[in-house]
T-cell receptor, first 116, second 116 residues
Framework: DAGVIQSPRHEVTEMGQEVTLRCKPISGHDYLFWYRQTMMRGLELLIY????????DSGMPEDRFSAKMPNASFSTLKIQPSEPRDSAVYFC??????????????FGPGTRLTVL | AQKVTQAQTEISVVEKEDVTLDCVYE???????LFWYKQPPSGELVFLIRRNSFDEQNEISGRYSWNFQKSTSSFNFTITASQVVDSAVYFCALSEGNFGNEKLTFGTGTRLTIIP
């Protein structure tokens, strides 16, 4: 079974440009998560969805960040306009809702974003 | 508010030595879940273990073992007979047990280096 798929794996862009990160969760999973990893802040949750509906976006840093999940097999995280401080590794994760408490999140390989 | 502390920032041991990674957590909930993830140099996050707060039995999986002690709010991870492939950053994470609350709080990680 395929794991979580993210694209692109690496992205280099210039300040002010729009960046779109993509994620395909594990088939059948109900939850999808976007995380950001930086040296300064570690791993932080940005937003998560349940059955394509955003549940908690309190971690989204500011209005320049937006996330969508138009269907069960695809999600995007968009940064517009991008800034150098957005440089980080962005992870997508998914999990299955089994009704027995917090289930295991499986992570994608991450997208390394560099904003010049 | 929940919190995970991994006080050991970096550890280096010689191959074949045993090593224990510490994890201390804080939560007000009686139901919660604890996780360990491994992040090798390639960057992906690999799930290792999930435990719930009602199961204090220690777990062993090959060279890996976990010691969960509610009395000290600790969930420590031991690697026996370490190998170079164990070199990675290891993260401990905590989630509250409320159904539908899937947020994971990560510790800052422990960088483990196995010296050949």
């Amino acid at each position: 079974d395929a794991g979580v798929i993210q694209s692109p794996r690496h992205e280099v862009t210039e300040m002010g440009q729009e960046v779109t990160l993509r994620c395909k969760p594990i088939s059948g999973h109900d939850y999808l998560f976007w995380y950001r990893q930086t040296m300064m802040r570690g791993l932080e949750l940005l937003i998560y969805f349940n059955n394509n509906v955003p549940i908690d976006d309190s971690g989204m840093p500011e209005d320049r960040f937006s996330a969508k999940m138009p269907n069960a097999s695809f999600s995007t995280l968009k940064i517009q306009p991008s800034e150098p401080r957005d440089s980080a590794v962005y992870f997508c994760a998914s999990s299955l809702e089994r009704g027995i408490g917090t289930d295991t999140q499986y992570f994608g390989p991450g997208t390394r974003l560099t904003v010049l | 508010a929940q919190k995970v502390t991994q006080a050991q920032t970096e550890i280096s041991v010689v191959e074949k030595e045993d090593v224990t990674l510490d994890c201390v957590y804080e939560t007000r909930d009686t139901t919660y879940y604890l996780f360990w993830y491994k992040q090798p140099p390639s960057g992906e996050l690999v799930f290792l273990i999930r435990r719930n707060s009602f199961d204090e039995q220690n777990e062993i999986s090959g060279r890996y073992s976990w010691n969960f002690q509610k009395s000290t709010s600790s969930f420590n991870f031991t690697i026996t007979a370490s190998q170079v492939v164990d070199s990675a950053v290891y993260f401990c994470a905590l989630s509250e047990g409320n159904f539908g609350n899937e947020k994971l709080t990560f510790g800052t990680g422990t960088r483990l280096t196995i010296i050949p």
